[in-house]
Nanobody, 124 residues
Framework: VQLAESGGDSVQSGGTLRLSCATAGYTEGNFCVGWFRQAPGHYREWVAMIDMDGSVHYADSVKGRFTISKDNAKNTLYLQMSSLEVEDTDMYYC???????????????????YGQGTQVTVTA
């Protein structure tokens, strides 16, 4: 499984940004895919995911502000972020896993595949 993020940038508080993740090497429906974020010295935080059945789930901290989606024809996962806050500043990682039990835990367990990350910086 290959995952490659792009779209990170520096934006002002209240702004919007869309992250993309080019995906390859997995069968649709056999994996859950999602986004995590991590700041230096902090644990990686689960942000949003699309489960194997297509259901979508969000962390409370981003619910209503972030939208996860995927374009199967383009093999691309997206994270549309709006009403950005300084606290959203992090390295954002695209992730995937093929174990339904892991997926069901919404990021409480370590996922198997991660991209290299893309930096999002939100300034006041």
């Amino acid at each position: 499984v290959q995952l490659a993020e792009s779209g990170g940038d520096s934006v002002q508080s209240g702004g919007t940004l869309r992250l993309s993740c080019a995906t390859a090497g997995y069968t649709e429906g056999n994996f859950c895919v999602g986004w995590f974020r991590q700041a230096p010295g902090h644990y990686r935080e689960w942000v949003a995911m699309i489960d194997m059945d297509g259901s979508v789930h969000y962390a409370d901290s981003v619910k209503g502000r972030f939208t996860i989606s995927k374009d199967n024809a383009k093999n691309t996962l997206y994270l549309q972020m709006s009403s950005l806050e300084v606290e959203d500043t992090d390295m954002y990682y695209c992730a995937a896993d093929e174990i339904s039990y892991v997926c069901s835990k919404r990021g409480a367990l370590e996922w198997n595949y991660y991209g290299q990350g893309t930096q999002v910086t939100v300034t006041a």
